[in-house]
């Protein structure tokens, strides 16, 4: 039996953290063989039945939530082992009270809990969750591949995983209070690449309620929304329209939505405060994950980055989001803790929670690169990509050329300056050979500061230093003749020494 549910008026009734009365009950779970699961198991448990949420009155029942990347092991698409202090969020006395005290979900990743953690980790995570009074919340893939489609693809990791997600929450004592799921729409509808399913939304809503449905056997409270991207060609009435879609089908709402932002959409604030001001008269609270790039170098960048796109949607809509979701799957943060020093994942939650206006970048790492916010031309732009996005200060957006070489950009500094080094990023896709001169604007003419002849890969900085300071250089221009793809930088940053 299905229900209507809402997180955000669950918070909001909830006032206390204290657990409620539970009933229990025993129930016999059949899980399929995992990759590290060997033969299919049977196991009986005793869980609670009921679910409690606490409410954070300091946010007026506004969520916050907080989703580390774990380590995990390494492959292809995930060349990177998540938080080296993820465990010790866990422990005793962590330092990280004033976060802790500020959000209301701690969301752990379903393959983690699936096939990566130990039993020993999954009790200690599970136990801390809940003695900080945390809805424990699991991030899920619902769909079952047909023979056709979707094997592969995000999104699709179906109801065998699921029921052994709740079958190890259950073995190690534990009860999934949220499930947040893995973009089911946009990669079985939207997405036009290999594998794909370009189902009907409608058919989508009915698969996603069948997960919901066997979730809801093992957690009969379990409150169960959706993350979805946001790249082209979704547009607003697609995730409008997708929670219209998801009522008329399965005759409840998804208790929230939340937005896995594209960073380099030209606009990206303003259409994610349409979706949540339809959500607010919808009834469905509308989340947005802000994360730094992919590409940032260290945990500062990443963190500065995160903390920049919070002000930037801030500064537009005058209000955060009904859920504010601080989350990883990339390289960086590589640490968690503690909260109190800079650049650590919770240092980024508690920042938030008591001051915003503190987040971003410090005026010390502004200083560094001399290119930032400078004038910028270009011999070409794509349109929503122009040529301001190499100089942005942000790894996340790109100017395009729209074309292959030929192409320029050219940044004017502040005056003849002395330079160090220069980093360009490259926003490449396919890698490959490519050839590009930068030149100097140096006593009314342009100079050679370097010539790069190699293999470039998208997001792969190419940094230059100069074996001795490039003096008086009033202007830099990089100049590409050879690339297998359209001309386009994340970044280009400049840095002066004596």
Same mark, same amino acid.
Not at 64 to 86: E, I, K
Not at 162 to 176: K, Q, S, W
Not at 291 to 309: F, K, M, V, Y
Not at 474 to 493: D, G, H, L, N, Q
């Given at each position: 039996?299905? /229900? ?73 698409? /995930? ?39 130990t039993p020993d980790q999954l009790r200690t995570a599970v136990e801390a969750i809940r003695d900080r009074g945390l809805a424990l919340g699991v991030e899920a ?18 109801t065998d995983e699921g029921a052994l997600i709740a079958n190890r929450i259950m073995e190690a004592g534990g009860r999934i209070d949220v499930i947040a799921l ?63 879609? #998801? %009522? ?96 650590? #994942? @919770? ?26 916010? %400078? ?21 996340? @957006? ?21 330079? @160090?080094?220069? /980093? ?75």
């Amino acid at each position: 039996m299905t /229900r209507r549910v809402a997180l955000a008026a669950t918070l909001l009734a909830l006032a206390s953290c204290a657990p409620a009365d539970t009933a229990t009950r025993a129930t016999t779970v059949d899980v399929t063989a995992s990759p590290d699961v060997t033969e299919a198991t049977t196991t009986t448990v005793t869980t609670p039945s009921t679910t409690t949420l606490p409410a954070n009155p300091d946010l007026g029942g506004d969520a916050v939530w907080f989703a580390p990347l774990p380590p995990m092991p390494t492959d292809a698409g /995930r060349p990177f082992t998540g938080s080296d202090d993820f465990m010790d969020l866990f422990q005793p006395g962590a330092p990280w009270e004033g976060a802790a005290a500020g959000i209301q979900v701690f969301k752990l990743y379903g393959e983690w809990v699936a096939y990566h953690a130990t039993p020993d980790q999954l009790r200690t995570a599970v136990e801390a969750i809940r003695d900080r009074g945390l809805a424990l919340g699991v991030e899920a893939g619902p769909l079952d591949p047909p023979p056709e489609c979707g094997n592969g693809i995000e999104g699709f990791a179906g109801t065998d995983e699921g029921a052994l997600i709740a079958n190890r929450i259950m073995e190690a004592g534990g009860r999934i209070d949220v499930i947040a799921l893995d973009e089911p729409l946009y990669f079985a509808s939207v997405y036009d690449g290999e594998q794909a399913c370009h189902w009907d939304p409608a058919h989508v809503a009915a698969e996603v309620g069948e997960f919901i449905t066997l979730m809801r056997s093992f957690f009969p409270d379990v409150v169960v929304g959706d993350i979805e991207p946001t790249p082209n060609p979704t547009t607003v009435g697609t995730y409008t329209g997708w929670l219209e879609t #998801f %009522r008329e089908v399965n005759g409840y709402d998804l208790a929230f939505l939340h937005l896995d932002v594209d960073w380099s959409r030209d606009g990206w604030p303003a259409s994610s405060a349409e979706i949540v001001g339809f959500g607010t008269e919808f009834g469905v609270p509308i989340g947005i994950i802000f994360t730094g790039n992919h590409s940032d170098p260290g945990d500062d960048r990443w963190i500065a980055t995160a903390g920049e796109r919070v002000k930037e949607y801030l500064g537009g809509a005058g209000e955060p989001p009904p859920h504010v979701i601080f989350q990883s799957w990339m390289d960086h943060p590589d640490r968690a803790l503690p909260e109190d020093e800079a650049w650590t #994942f @919770t240092s980024l939650v508690h920042t938030y929670l008591s001051d915003p206006s503190a987040l971003g970048f410090t005026e010390e790492m502004l200083a560094s690169n001399i290119a930032l916010g %400078r004038p910028v031309q270009a011999s070409a732009a794509e349109p929503g990509a122009g040529p301001e996005r190499v100089v942005d200060g942000d790894a996340g @957006t790109h100017w395009s050329a729209g074309g292959g070489p030929p192409q320029w950009v050219e940044i004017t500094l502040d005056g003849p300056s002395t330079l @160090t080094a220069i /980093r360009l990023t490259p926003a490449q896709f396919p890698a490959g050979e490519t050839t590009h001169r930068v030149t100097g604007w140096i006593d009314g003419d342009y100079v050679e500061l370097a010539e790069i002849v190699s293999t470039t890969s998208d997001g792969e900085a190419i940094d230059l230093t100069a074996s001795s300071p490039w003096q008086g250089v009033e202007r830099i221009r990089v100049e590409t003749s050879a690339s297998p793809s359209w001309v386009a930088w994340y970044e280009i940053e400049v840095f002066s020494g004596p």
